[in-house]
């Protein structure tokens, strides 16, 4: 029973009736001082009887249609069944106050039995049968719209919580593509030193072994601190450093005060990969690689700039197709992405803006 009752709802119906009712009281005060009726009622049989007793009854028997409403709501009551049974109950109002009154009036000795007229009873809920039915569906009214704004709420939330659940999903997937496509280059770059240089693949297996952990780590991270990404991003550089040797320069430009700022989790290294992999030529032995990160703004500007070989036509690989989907999940279409050949046609440059939302 106590699913059924709804302790602000029950506030509401007070709130409305008791509003209701002192309408009804100004409108007796008016009648009864300018002579235009009640003149044989007493104040206190008005403030009794008329008022408070009716406040009572009427309030009661809407607690209990209000618990019933809720009943056929989670029921699901076919809507011409509900439509009945409130006609009804507009109706049946009238003979409930009628009725409880007079049965009270007897009972605290105020009547007599043979002083109960049923014609005139009768009459008297005939004569205001208009008023109760409006009542009784002003009150049904915000009942039902009350669990209306409340089914409303919880289904917003609902679809929130789901959106929240398919964004999450969504990136995890991502991450789960680009997780396979670093682990099997970095394999790669392992087996090209294993013949070559035994002690340089085993502490390139060293930083691979770091790079992994901290790739486990995130698994379940959409964002994470700007300084915990660079961290990982330089486990990766040092990898291809120790790879390329004296053939390739990082250099990296970040404004301290931006450190803890979240960022996408894994941005920077598919930029720094494609920058590598795409860099080195035949004509290019040595390569550059200038990472800028700043605050622009209420903007975070990530920028990544290679002096290797240009692009002669701008695809965008899995690894920077992931990139892109993942700004578009997290920021909608409040981010910037560009990938184009520098001027001096040597290298390109990679730049991505995203809100700073710390």
């Known amino acids: 029973m106590r699913k059924y009752i709804d302790t602000k709802l029950l506030k509401i119906l007070i709130l409305f009736y008791t509003a209701t009712s002192l309408i009804s009281l100004f409108k007796i005060y008016y009648l009864k001082t300018n002579s235009f009726g009640y003149e ?5 049989e008005i403030l009794l009887e008329s008022i408070l007793l009716d406040w009572v009854i009427v309030l009661l028997f809407m607690s209990i249609i209000a618990m019933t409403t809720k009943l056929m709501i989670l029921k699901k009551y076919k809507w011409k069944y509900i439509v009945v049974i409130h006609s009804f109950f507009s109706l049946f109002i009238g003979f409930v106050i009628y009725f409880s009154s007079s049965l009270i009036f007897f009972v605290t000795g105020q009547i007599e039995l043979s002083e109960i007229n049923v014609d005139n009873h009768l009459a008297g809920i005939v004569s205001v049968i208009d008023l109760n039915f409006l009542i009784y569906f002003s009150m049904i009214s915000i009942v039902y719209s009350y669990y209306y704004f409340q089914q409303t709420e919880r289904s917003k939330l609902e ?12 990136l995890n997937i991502l991450k789960y593509k680009l997780h396979p496509h670093f682990l099997f280059n970095t394999l790669n770059s392992i087996s090209s030193l294993i013949e070559t240089n035994t002690k340089l693949a085993q502490d390139t297996v060293a930083d691979f072994g770091d790079l992994l952990r901290d790739l486990l780590d995130l698994k379940d991270t959409s964002l994470i601190p700007l300084e915990e990404e660079l961290k990982i991003s330089k ?7 120790l790879r390329f040797s004296d053939n390739l320069k990082i250099t990296v430009q970040i404004n301290t005060k931006i450190q803890n700022t979240l960022v996408p989790s894994l941005i920077l290294l598919p930029i720094i990969e494609n920058s590598i992999k795409h860099g080195y030529s ?8 200038n990472i800028s990160i700043k605050k622009r703004k209420s903007n975070i500007v990530l920028s990544i700039e290679n002096d290797g070989a240009p692009l002669k036509n701008v695809v965008y690989g899995n690894g920077i197709k992931n990139t892109i989907d993942r700004l578009k999940i997290i920021y909608g279409d409040k981010y910037k992405f560009s990938m184009k050949n520098n001027k001096n046609l040597k290298g390109i440059t990679t730049s991505i803006i995203f809100p700073n939302n710390n």
Request: aromatic share 12%; no cysteine; net charge positive.
């Open 40 to 44: 044989f009622s007493t104040w206190k």
């Open 159 to 170: 679809k929130a919580q789901l959106s929240n659940q398919l964004t999450n999903a969504k």
């Open 235 to 241: 486990r990766y550089l040092d990898i291809m450093a």
């Open 282 to 289: 035949y004509n290019t032995e040595s390569l550059t690689i």
